[in-house]
Every structure is written in structure tokens, then in C-alpha cells.
């Protein structure tokens, strides 16, 4: 929706004002209905004994979006889901459902009458039913529109053919779009989705995975799928919201939260890293690339300063030189290749420099396997580094 103001400048009457500001309050409400937020988790708190599992959750999934659930092994991934599923409940919070409570310390709707889709980790197939019962397994109204329903389906997952197979008749894969169409047979406002493709070797995996988010967009179900492979995340997400130990570290698209991570753990969950420290002088701090900026801390303060390895720049040893600074990438500076690994695509390239014997690590796409002890330039990109102040972990502008 676009806003529409008239213009109402200096010396504008009360009631012009009044109008003005009625747009405004419209046009905020429209926006809200507009976000179309289907599942919302509002502060979201789940114990078990001592520990807390999940700690002060909330999230927003809109119609649409995929939200990816992406943390470590025990973060509280899989608690969150079952809490918005209803298969478990929240010791404090709510879970609302198109703008109603459907659990909160009052109610608590079952999971089976919140229109959510669910495929979890094992996606259990009825071993005992075929591969059209199964799908047509949570469907209810007449026979032939339920048959209609399994058709097109099967036709969605690519599966034409194979509905009377039972499922150990069937590849991994095939499995796997089976549950898929089981879940999202009744049509689900929402589907919550628990490491839906760990079971898959890569190959398969990447197709199946692929086909899975082409569909889940056609439906325009809001989607909520936990893994814990960053790279999965991002090649899914709209939005990644990424949990540590309970809590949701830093939400935002996969774009914004690993080019702007909120702090060194973030950063380092995406990528391998390369941390350069050094203390303020209160203004900059020094390091073998020049002096960074670091605002706002004090004398003495440690920074860290963070790079992806990707982001380095490699040039040899001419004569002692290396290239010329430049604004972008400041003072290059030397060092000596440790290690170099061909890792396929690219080569992995492990320094120690000469400035205070810092180990940094620098990708180079192709093949580039230097001898141990050949020196190098490094450059960084300036633009790419993320500083921070070590203490309460702070961002400050590089
Ligand atoms: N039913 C339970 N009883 C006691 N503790 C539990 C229970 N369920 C989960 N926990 C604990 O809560 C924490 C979070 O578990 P959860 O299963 O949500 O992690 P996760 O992020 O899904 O991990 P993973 O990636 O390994 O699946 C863990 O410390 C776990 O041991
Ligand atoms: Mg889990």
C-alpha cells in the first residue's frame, strides 16, 4: 500500500493536522494487517529442571517467508519448533496463530486443530500404507476430492506413478517429497519443519531441498524450518534467526546477518574467521594492515578486528615489496605461508605474518599451493572487516 498524505505545511489548521495524523494512524494499521504475520512466538520461555531451553524467545513468520531456526547442537532449535507446534508447552509466553492466542498460560490449542503442517526430522511415513493413503492421511470431506487433492500433489512432488508403492519401496528422496505432500496436503497456514533434509546425502539433498522451497513458496505457507548448517540457511532462508544457548543471538536476512553480524560468534558461525587484536589507544588501534578506527573506545580497550578469509587478498614478494596501499585496502602486509590445502574449488592459504607472528588464513579461488615459507602480501578489504570492542562485544564502525 502506498501512503498518500496531503501536504499540510506550516500554519496548517488543527483539522488538517488531525487528518494528517488519522493517515498516519490508518496507514500504520494497514501496514500491520498488510505484514500478514501468521505465526508469532512472543517472548517465549521453555525450562526443563534448571535449565532453560529456550530463553525469551519471539519471532514473526509471515505468509510466504521462509524463517530458518539455525543454531548449534542444543541451542533449543527443536524445543522452540514443538512449542509453536503444540506438541510441547511453554513455561511462560504465547504462541499466537493469525493474530490469536493459541497458547498462553490460559489456553492451549492442540497441535491438531492449529492448521500446521509439521515434518520433523525421521518425516515417519506409514510403513503400512501407500504412498497416496499416507499423503491422504490428515485429509478429511469426500472420497473424490480428497483423491483430487492426492493427485495434485503427487504431481507437485513429482511422484506421478508411484502412489500405490509402499514406502519401502521408495529411494530416500522420494520418501522424503512423499512427506512433504503429506504435510502440506491439508493446506497448512504454517508448516514447522525440523531438519527436514538431514537424512539425504548431499546430492540428493541440495534437489530435494531445492524442490521443497519452490513449493513451500507456491503455497505461501509461513515456514519455520530449524537446521543447523549455516549453508542451508542461507540458501533457504528469507530470514535466519540464529539461537545460541536459548536465546536468538541476531535475526535478519541471510544478506544482513553475515555481512552485519551483531557479534564475533555470529560472525564465526557462517565462515571460518580470521581475528587480528589489539588494544585502542582510545581513538585507533594498530595492526599489520595499519590503524583501524575503533570510536567509542576507551585507552587500553581490546578490539577485535574480523575478517573472512575470502576477503584477503594475496600478492608476492617482489624484491622485499609488496603492492601499493591503497584507501580500500590499506597497508598490505607480509607473512609466510604455514599451510596450503586444495580444497577443490579453491585453496585454502595459512600465514603467520611478521607483525607479532598473527596466524590469518586466506581463500584463493582454483588451485594455489605455495611451498611452506614463501613469503606473501596481504591486503584486506576494509569495507569487509568487522570490529569489535572486546568487553559487552559492542560493533563500532570500521
Ligand atoms: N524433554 C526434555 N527434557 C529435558 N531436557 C530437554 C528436553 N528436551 C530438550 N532438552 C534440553 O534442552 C536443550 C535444547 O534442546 P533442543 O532439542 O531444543 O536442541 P536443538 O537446538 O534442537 O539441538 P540439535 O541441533 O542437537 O537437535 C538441550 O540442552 C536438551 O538437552
Ligand atoms: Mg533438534
Known sequence: MRLRLRPTGIGATRSAKSDFLSQIKRHLVASVTESDVRLELRDIVRTFGSTRAVDNVSLQLRAGQVTCLLGPSGCGKSTTLRVAAGVDRQTSGEVRLGGTAVSDDRVHLAPERRNIGLMFQDFALFPHLDVAS???????????????????????????????????????????????????????????????????DDRLRDEVRDATLDLLKATG???????????????????????????????????????APADPAVAAFFSDINMISGKSNGALVETPFGPFLAPGTEPGHDVDILIRPQHLRLDFDRNGRGPHPTVEEGV??????????????????????????????????????????????????????????????KPVDP
Not at 506413478?161 to 519401502?168: A, F, L, M, N, V
Not at 512423499?178 to 533434509?197: G, S
Open 134 to 200: 499416507n499423503i491422504a492421511f490428515g485429509l478429511r470431506g469426500p472420497r473424490r476430492r480428497r483423491a483430487a487433492r492426492v493427485a495434485e500433489l503427487l504431481q507437485r512432488v513429482d511422484l506421478e506413478g508411484h502412489s500405490r508403492k509402499y514406502p519401502d519401496q521408495l529411494s530416500g528422496g522420494e520418501q522424503q517429497r512423499v512427506a512433504l505432500a503429506r504435510a502440506l496436503a491439508p493446506a497448512p497456514d504454517v508448516m514447522l519443519m525440523d531438519e527436514p533434509f538431514s537424512g539425504l
Open 221 to 259: 505457507a509461513a515456514v519455520l524450518m530449524v537446521t543447523h548448517e549455516p549453508e542451508e540457511a542461507m540458501r533457504m532462508a528469507d530470514q535466519i534467526a540464529l539461537m545460541r544457548a536459548g536465546r536468538i543471538a541476531q535475526s535478519g536476512s541471510p544478506y544482513n546477518i553475515y555481512n
Open 332 to 393: 598490505p602486509a607480509r607473512g609466510q605461508v604455514e599451510r596450503a590445502r586444495f580444497m577443490g574449488g579453491h585453496s585454502l592459504v595459512e600465514l603467520r605474518m611478521e607483525f607479532r607472528g598473527f596466524m590469518l588464513k586466506a581463500v584463493v579461488p582454483g588451485v594455489f599451493m605455495p611451498p611452506k615459507g614463501t613469503p606473501l602480501w596481504l591486503s584486506l578489504r576494509r569495507d569487509r572487516c568487522f570490529v569489535f570492542a572486546r568487553r559487552g562485544a
